[in-house]
């Protein structure tokens, strides 16, 4: 992995903070609303090593000869939930991580832009620096907020997850916090600092209404939403105006015999160029005795494109291009070996003159009680000049504590 490196004091005492961090919650107890008279608190996330062989086709001169990088990553998350009474309840998430390695040495200072990119919002709560030498630090609050609950309604205020989405992979209706499925590591998603109002009227059945707060109009996003059960389908219905696009779309999940049958699809309307673009996918999974699972599905986006190699890993998706290619399919599976160990395979395989095909395989060992250890491999397909080429190949070694 990547080369060894003088510890400047710097990172040493960051290093120090983050220990405290981790070990606050291991040796308080967390408490329930009422418990003791006090105010009542839950504690919980985790610490994760990961270090990452990333092989590259030659790149722009930028770049060294060499296309073989390592790096390392030291990852903590703190989860706190504090109940001010019983109404009233405040969430924090704070993630924190170390870097070490050639992204860091061949990027600079825009390693630090890429992850502020992560939690941008419309106060800045993240800071990080990185070194000459290789070495970076990120801090970020990406959960923030406050939530006020009183029988059927609910608020909540600040930076939070708004997941809008239904389906597996893509979801076109997650027009808060459209997330990249090669990101495997953030399982939590960005969060936007918004105010979301919902309302309860029955059995499956919600009305919502969310605002994405930005400086400008022309940045944030303004969406209502009503979910129902009808047929033993969820189903959902949304409206508003994301951006400089008025948008309209619905989703649902449910049955096809004994498979799961889910979908959405969101249309964009730009009145400045009178234009309109369309995002829809829909999987069918299906579980069988002995844990094996299959989910095949397609993603269609009129923005997208069905010509060219482009980079999959550096790609930024929006609701209205949440993969690059104009059609995709996609085929997962997934089994469970042993209750220790399970596997899965995800292929994804854009038509079109380059053939694009990404694959990613995935094995979880469970090797104690809140200890898990993943091997995730990452590889990037297509056929360029009448050949085929594997411009992205990329393996990862994970170890995780919960807490």
């Known amino acids: 992995m990547a080369g060894s490196f003088q510890m400047r004091p710097w990172i040493a005492k960051r290093l120090r903070w983050a220990g405290l961090l981790v070990l606050l919650p291991l040796t308080a107890p967390a408490q329930t609303p009422g418990a003791g008279g006090g105010k009542a608190w839950q504690a919980s996330g985790y610490v994760k090593a990961l270090q990452s062989a990333i ?98 309604w609910e608020i909540h205020l600040g930076r939070q997850r708004i997941n809008w989405g239904i389906s597996t992979l893509w979801n076109p209706n997650d027009l808060f916090n459209t997330f990249s499925f090669v990101d495997f590591d953030y399982e939590e998603r960005p969060g936007s600092d918004a105010l979301r109002i919902l309302r309860y009227l029955g059995f499956a059945a919600r009305a919502e209404l969310a605002i994405r707060l930005a400086d400008h109009l022309d940045e944030s996003v303004i969406a209502a939403l009503y979910a129902f059960n009808r047929a033993e389908y969820d189903v959902q219905l949304l409206a508003g105006r994301m951006q400089t696009d008025w948008v309209l779309g619905a989703g649902w999940a449910g049955a096809l015999g004994q498979a799961g049958f889910k979908g959405e699809w969101t249309a964009f309307y730009d009145p400045g160029a009178d234009r309109i673009d369309l995002a829809a996918t829909a999987t069918v999974d299906y579980m069988w005795p002995g844990s094996l699972y299959l989910n095949a599905g397609f993603l269609y986006t009129s923005t997208g494109t069905t010509d060219g190699a482009l980079d999959l890993f550096g790609y930024r998706p929006s609701p209205k291009t949440l993969y690059p290619f104009t059609y995709s399919l996609l085929l997962t599976s997934s089994y469970t070996f042993t209750p220790l160990l399970n596997g899965s395979l995800t292929l994804i395989y854009s038509p079109g003159p380059s053939h694009t095909t990404f694959l990613n395989p995935t094995l979880t060992l469970s090797i104690a009680d809140n200890w898990d250890l993943t091997l995730v491999g990452q590889l990037e397909a297509l056929r360029r000049d009448d050949t085929g080429t594997l411009p992205v190949r990329a393996a990862f070694l994970r170890l995780r504590f919960s807490y």
């Open 55 to 152: 092989f590259l086709e030659p790149l722009p001169p930028r770049f060294p000869a060499a296309t073989q990088l390592y790096d390392n990553l030291i990852h903590h998350r703190l989860n706190l939930d504090w109940y001010a009474g019983e109404h009233l309840s405040l969430q924090l998430g704070w993630r924190n991580r170390l870097f070490w390695g050639d992204q860091v040495r061949l990027f600079g200072a825009s390693f630090i832009d890429q992850q502020d990119g992560d939690a941008a919002g419309l106060i800045d709560l993240s800071r990080g620096h990185a070194s000459s030498s290789g070495v970076a630090v990120h801090t970020t609050l990406d959960r923030l907020y406050a939530t006020w609950t009183r029988g059927a």
